[in-house]
């Protein structure tokens, strides 16, 4: 974990942008995801769910059943759900 990190998985940055500072908080929320069962599963949900708005990273675990979404800022479960069903699969909660 990065030193920006705090242990709920959350972080706080900040960058420097034509000298002024702008905050990044990011999230990352941890999905659990039926239905996959290979790597074009996690190809597909990479991108379906990377291309939404304020998406910075997503990582797909196939054997896990999960499916982590790192936000600029809280993400949107009904939006992540929706792309994750529209693409063949179903989210069946936050793993805890």
């Known amino acids: ?3 920006c990190c705090t242990p709920d998985g959350s972080c706080s940055t900040s960058t420097t942008q034509g000298g002024t500072t ?3 908080d990011s999230r990352t929320a941890v999905y659990e995801v039926a239905g996959m069962t ?6 597909t949900l990479t ?3 990377g291309d939404l708005d304020g998406v910075l990273s997503v990582d797909v ?5 999960r ?7 809280e993400p949107d479960d009904a ?9 063949g699969y179903e989210v069946t909660g936050r793993a805890t």
């Not at 675990?61 to 059943?65: I, N, R, S, T």
């Not at 499916?67 to 800022?73: A, P």
């Open 47 to 49: 991108k379906a769910i």
């Open 79 to 87: 939006e992540i759900a929706k792309v994750v069903d529209e693409a």
């Open 22 to 24: 702008i905050a990044t």
């Open 67 to 73: 499916v982590s979404v790192t936000t600029g800022g």
């Open 61 to 65: 675990d196939v054997p896990a059943g």
């Open 38 to 43: 290979c790597g074009h599963c996690k190809s």
């Open 1 to 3: 974990m990065s030193d």
